[in-house]
Every structure is written in structure tokens, then in C-alpha cells.
């Protein structure tokens, strides 16, 4: 038997864990016991305990938010540590903090904190705001909106932007940055919103996180900087399958026309003479009127208009002008979305043009980088502006020009193996990256190897039982002498509850002639629903013919159309719950992570096996790396990561143990291919029919009526 450090014996741990579950829980009147539930509870905080990384599958109704918060907290009683608890959706973490975390004080002896952890961006820099209401650079509006919202923070609000309301062009220059803080020698240090809820988190048993912030937390540890949390030992991922693609996003590296444009706003946009914005004009101020020696006061201002107000704008244009080309060497491709790139790219007529840009853009980056470093330098001789964050910016800046310097030149490069290279152009962005190849090399080694515990968890993880796939793709196959497994099934009775029905008449959803041949029925069938229906493309153009095809009929019968890209998805959803007669159409982010309970949800209508995009930079690049081991690039990428989507979009029916419906999958590629076993074999066992849809909508509504 292990024994924990300091903590209790195996025995006592995991026997309080059982207590909780079988003696205090079950007083609750809404509480219904799940063996599952104790089941993962216990693997939790023998996890914990033993210094293990546990992977867990926890089917819909487990009630997994419980299974791991229960044990973490016990067990942060016992090591005065926090436990890290992630997840993946702004949604998971509402629910933690508004719904489990204050069930879990009702439930425990002794008071606790669970304190949410955000990102730098979320917060206010109070310095920030300070100097923008007293910069005589700023425009009448900005001054304004800085100063009713300096009112409504000392009446009380919460120095947190979800909990706010500011413009886009006032949050960017008020925002906190880690690069710009001057921490202790900041005269707001004590009130500063970041550094009381880091205070708070340091002394909390549980940490309420995201996957975005862990994931930046540890990419800045690695290049060496502060991280964000405070080095937890424990860690519960939930929604753990989004985790590769989460650290794909901070472990790689891009450079945006955003960027530049959100760097010009915060450091110095010329406007015109008296409405400059930006921190540097509000410096310019400070130093014209710092007591200081007149000679050495003329040297500062004018290593500040000459190597820095003169030399910036210069610097923007050539930046433009780098993304001009670059999204004209993109558009020349003729394809769209993200694009895998490499060293032929820049040799195009437009990528010729791009890479010639970008080496004047690199000298001006690099003379950029010099000036800052001199005016640095000239005002710390002058003991000037330390306490007043001057150095501070003036490092975050020397920061971000060095960072885009080397960014450009890696991706400027495509050759590296280990990396995927990319980029993209927008109606908003125009974007060049590279992304590790091998994310998992990069988790194994820097986050599971130095943690002493993790539990990843998620209702999908598992191809047929089997997480191989998940824990090669995550790094965790580097651990296996530490890891545990387990796989709980729902335990919900799919039998009573869903039906499935497959098409098995219909041509590919992206042709012409599927709609046309399905509208009809689909109507119908959505009609006889009263809407309470959500139908999911894989792709923007094919949810446009949906809408194209559906919008009449439905109109017609009174029936609301929604469609993802019309609102922001939070706002669609809540009109869906709110309108009881409406068919919400779908993309990508509507396969997961969204619960609509009961009656409101009737059917779930799925139009094609959701493959990812072939020429996705990263698709190939994996693919290609299979094939070059031997490996079926099919069978062990693109299938097993298209049934885990698969799983989560069937998933998104039976939400409560009372939940009843239908899921119709439109592809006959399910029924007709030999692969469709696979995909029909990973969902759990339910009323399943295959037929021409035209029938099949007809029995699905039988069904459903219990006829
Ligand atoms: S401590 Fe840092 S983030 Fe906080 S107000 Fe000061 S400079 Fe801004």
C-alpha cells in the first residue's frame, strides 16, 4: 500500500472518500447514487495518493464534476496544497464555481476557498487605467470611458473583463501584462485585482482553471519566465480531450496582422498631434517634465522621438505591407482556410515578395529592439519611472518586438520535421505559424513527468474502450509505469432513451442533390418535432445550404431557423431554450460541450461522419509521419479522432436520466462502408435502424410517440 507524503495512509483516504459518497451525499433529496460515480471517486484519490496519472472515461450521467472535486478537496485539506481543476469551457468552469463549488460547502465540515484562475488579459492594470485617464494623448471618449469605469471599480466592480462593460480599444491599452508589470514597486500593488486573486489562490484548496491558462502557464515556464499558478502539484483535467489541441495553441508559435495592430493601439498610434494614442506619448510627457538635468532630460526625448515616435510608424507600414503579401501569396493558392506551407511558398511571385518584406521588416524590428533598449537604459541612469511602470512598458515592448523577430524568422523557415508550418488568411486576420508536430513529446517531459498527480478525465476518450490513441496523442504513452485507466459507462438506458436511425439512401451532404433529396423529410420530421432540433454540418459551407434549404419550409410551418455565425453561440443557445419551436443548424463548435436537458432537445440530426479537413496543415503532417512509420494514417489518426467527434456530437441528445430522443445520422457511408462498425460500435447500445430516410424519419417519430 502507497503511502502518501504527509498524508493519510491509503486506507483512511480512500475510505473517506467512500464515506462521503455513501453517508453524506445520499441525505441530499436531489442525490441519486451511481456506482459509477463512487467508482471514479475512488480512482481519483488513489491517484492522488499514489502519485499516479489516471485517465478516466466517464460516460454522460456520471457525475464526474463531483467524482473529482470530492477527493481533491479532501486531499487539499490533508497537503495544504491547491488542486488544480481545469476544463475546457467557460461553461464547465461557470458551472464549478456557481453549482458544484457552493453544493461542496453545504456538503463539507470546514470552510474552504475555490478560487478561479484566469489569464493575465482578464484583468485590469489599475496603473494602466490611471495613466490613460491623466494622458493628455488620449482621445475625449477614452478619457471618459477610463474615467466612469475608474468610478464604477472604486464603488466595487470586480476589476475582471467578463464582469465589465469596456470598449475593445479602451480593454487593450488597460489590460494587465505580465511583461509591463512593475509588481511590487507598482504604487496599485496591494489593490491590484491579479495579484489579490494570485494571493487568494496561493492560499485555496481548490484552483478553478481553464486548459488555456495551464497551457500558458506552463509554455511560460519553459522559455524561463513567471508562470501563472503557483505550482500546483495535482491536477484534474476535465474535458481532457480538448487538451492536444489546447497545447497546440500555446506551444506554437504565429504572428498576426492582429498582433501588430493590437501593439500599435497599447504602445503608439499616431493620430494626428494632440490625439496620439498609447503609452509612449504619455512617457514622452512624463520625461519632457522629469527633474532631471537638462542635458540628460534632451537625451531621453530624444532617443524617444528619434529611435522610437519617428522610427514606429515606419515599422507599422512595413508590417502591413508584410501580411499584404502574405495573404496574396495565400489567395494565389486558391485554397482556403489554414494552409500548410514550406520553403516553395516563399518562392512564388507574391512569397517572393513577402519574404523580401519581411527581411527589411526583421532590420527594423532589430533597430526597434536597440532604441527601446537605449531609452531603457537613459531612464533607469536617471532613476525615473520605475515605480510609475515607464520600465516597465518599455520592457514589455523590447519583449514583444524581440519575441516577433524571432517568431518571423522560424517561420520564415518551413524546415524543420518537427514542426507544421502554416498560414492563414481571413476577412479578419492574416496569420503565419508553426505548430509542434509531436505536442505530446512537449506534455510528457514539462507537464505530466514534473506533476505528481493528474486526472484526465472527459465522456470521451476511448476508441471502443481502448485509450491508446488519446494517451499517445497527449504524451501520456511516455508514463505508462504511472498510469491507471478506467472506462465507466453511462448510466443512463440508452435502450429506452435514443434511437438511432442511419440513411442509407442519400449522396455526400456536400454535393449537389443531398439537399434536395433530403429536404423534404427533414421538414417533415422537424415539423412533427416542433423544432427542439439541432442539425450539425462539418463544415461553413455545408451549414450554409442547410439554412439555404430549410429556411423556407420551416418559415412556412412557424417554425425559427438559428444558425451558428448569426449571434454568438452562448446567445443562440439561450434563444433555443427560450424558444421552444426552433431548429438550430450548427458547425464545428456545437459538436461538444453544449447541454440543452430535457424535452427542449428532441432530436440531433448529424449530416456527415465528422472527418477532419484532409489539407489541414496538421492533418497532413500527421498523416505523412504515420505513413512514413508504416502506419495506416486512416486507421490510427484520422478514424479514431473522427469517432471521438462522432461520439460527442450523438452525445449531445440524452442529457438526464429522463432525456428521450433521436439521433438520424445523414451518411451512408455508416451503412455502407466497412468502417461504419467501428463508429456504430463506439456509441453505447440504443434502438438503432438503417433505411431510406424518406422511412426512417416516418418510424423515428413512431418511435418517439411510443406508437
Ligand atoms: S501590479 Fe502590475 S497588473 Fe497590477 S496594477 Fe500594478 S502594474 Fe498593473
Not at 508514463?479 to 472506462?487: L, S
Not at 500527421?622 to 450523438?650: D, T
Request: proline content about 5%.
Amino acid at each position: 500500500m502507497t503511502l502518501a507524503r504527509g498524508g493519510p495512509d491509503s486506507g483512511d483516504f480512500l475510505e473517506r472518500v467512500r464515506f462521503f459518497f455513501e453517508h453524506r451525499l445520499p441525505h441530499r433529496p436531489d442525490y441519486e447514487q451511481r456506482p459509477e460515480q463512487l467508482q471514479m471517486a475512488l480512482a481519483v484519490a488513489q491517484a492522488l495518493q499514489g502519485e499516479e496519472l489516471l485517465v478516466v472515461e466517464a460516460g454522460t450521467g456520471t457525475g464526474k464534476s463531483l467524482a473529482y472535486l470530492i477527493p481533491s478537496l479532501l486531499w487539499a485539506f490533508d497537503r495544504r496544497q491547491p488542486v488544480v481543476i481545469s476544463t475546457r469551457t467557460l461553461n464547465l468552469q461557470q458551472q464549478l464555481l456557481e453549482k458544484d463549488i457552493p453544493l461542496l460547502r453545504e456538503l463539507m465540515d470546514q470552510p474552504f476557498r475555490a478560487t478561479p484562475a484566469r489569464g493575465w488579459s482578464n484583468y485590469v492594470c489599475l496603473r494602466r487605467l490611471e495613466s490613460v485617464q491623466n494622458s493628455q494623448q488620449a482621445t475625449p471618449e477614452l478619457s471618459h470611458e477610463a474615467t466612469s469605469l475608474a468610478e464604477n471599480l472604486s464603488l466595487g466592480a470586480p476589476g475582471v473583463r467578463q464582469q465589465l462593460q469596456v470598449s475593445d480599444p479602451l480593454w487593450t491599452v488597460i489590460q494587465a501584462e505580465s511583461a509591463a508589470c512593475n509588481r511590487q514597486l507598482c504604487p496599485y500593488f496591494q489593490d491590484c485585482y491579479l495579484f489579490r486573486e494570485r494571493r487568494e489562490m496561493e492560499r485555496s484548496e481548490l484552483i478553478i482553471a481553464n486548459h488555456s491558462l495551464v497551457m500558458a502557464d506552463l509554455a511560460l515556464r519553459r522559455d524561463g519566465a513567471p508562470g501563472i499558478l503557483p505550482r500546483p502539484e495535482c491536477w484534474i483535467l476535465d474535458e481532457g480531450h480538448h487538451l492536444e489541441e489546447v497545447a497546440n495553441e500555446h506551444l506554437g508559435r504565429s504572428l498576426s496582422l492582429a498582433d501588430l495592430n493590437r501593439l500599435r493601439q497599447s504602445v503608439y498610434e499616431p493620430k494626428g498631434k494632440v490625439n496620439d494614442a498609447g503609452w509612449l506619448p504619455t512617457l514622452r510627457d512624463r520625461l519632457a517634465k522629469a527633474p532631471v538635468p537638462s542635458d540628460s532630460r534632451a537625451r531621453m526625448l530624444e532617443l524617444l522621438d528619434r529611435g522610437l515616435l519617428t522610427s514606429l510608424p515606419t515599422f507599422y507600414q512595413v508590417g502591413e505591407e508584410f501580411f499584404h503579401w502574405l495573404a496574396q501569396a495565400i489567395l494565389a493558392l486558391g485554397v482556403e482556410g489554414r494552409i500548410p506551407i514550406n520553403s516553395d511558398f516563399f518562392y512564388t511571385p507574391e512569397g517572393s515578395q513577402c519574404r523580401q518584406v519581411s527581411e527589411q521588416w526583421a532590420a527594423h524590428l532589430s533597430s526597434l529592439e536597440g532604441s527601446v533598449r537605449s531609452l531603457h537604459q537613459a531612464v533607469t541612469e536617471n532613476e525615473l519611472e520605475a515605480t510609475q511602470g515607464g520600465l516597465a512598458e518599455l520592457q514589455s515592448l523590447m519583449d514583444r518586438l524581440k519575441g516577433l523577430r524571432n517568431d518571423l524568422e522560424f517561420c520564415l523557415f518551413p524546415d524543420s520535421q518537427d514542426w507544421v508550418y502554416w498560414a492563414q488568411n481571413s476577412a479578419h486576420d492574416t496569420q503565419l505559424g508553426a505548430t509542434p508536430l509531436d505536442v505530446g513529446e512537449h506534455l510528457a517531459s514539462d507537464f505530466f513527468g514534473p506533476a505528481r498527480s493528474v486526472v484526465v478525465t472527459s465522456a470521451t476518450l476511448a476508441v471502443g474502450k481502448d485509450l491508446s490513441y488519446f494517451e499517445q496523442r497527449v504524451g501520456l504513452d511516455q508514463h505508462t509505469h504511472r498510469i491507471q485507466r478506467a472506462c465507466l459507462d453511462s448510466p443512463f438506458d440508452f435502450m429506452q432513451s435514443a434511437y438511432l436511425g442511419v440513411a442509407t439512401d442519400l449522396p455526400d451532404p456536400n454535393k449537389n442533390g443531398f439537399w434536395t433529396q433530403s429536404r423534404e423529410a427533414l421538414s417533415w420530421l422537424v415539423q412533427q418535432l416542433q423544432g427542439r432540433t439541432f442539425l450539425l454540418t462539418t463544415s461553413h459551407a455545408s451549414l450554409r445550404l442547410a439554412k439555404e434549404a430549410l429556411q423556407a419550409p420551416l418559415a412556412q410551418a412557424g417554425i425559427r431557423l438559428l444558425a451558428q455565425g448569426q449571434a454568438p453561440a452562448g446567445m443562440l443557445l439561450d434563444q433555443f431554450r427560450r424558444d421552444s419551436r426552433a431548429l438550430l443548424i450548427g458547425a464545428d463548435s456545437f459538436w461538444e460541450g453544449v447541454d440543452v436537458p430535457g424535452d427542449d432537445l428532441s432530436c440531433v440530426i448529424l449530416t456527415r461522419l465528422p472527418f477532419r479537413v484532409p489539407n489541414d496543415p496538421l492533418v497532413k503532417a500527421h498523416c505523412r509521419r504515420l505513413e512514413e512509420e508504416g502506419l495506416n494514417s486512416f486507421a490510427n489518426y484520422q478514424m479514431p479522432q473522427a469517432i471521438l467527434k462522432f461520439r460527442q456530437g450523438f452525445g449531445r441528445l440524452i442529457r438526464t436520466q429522463r432525456d428521450r430522443g433521436l439521433v438520424l445520422v445523414l451518411d451512408s457511408r455508416l451503412y455502407h462502408k466497412s468502417y461504419g462498425s467501428d463508429f456504430m460500435g463506439a456509441l453505447p447500445r440504443c434502438q438503432r435502424r438503417a433505411g431510406r430516410l424518406a422511412g426512417l424519419v416516418q418510424d423515428a417519430m413512431k418511435w418517439l410517440r411510443k406508437e
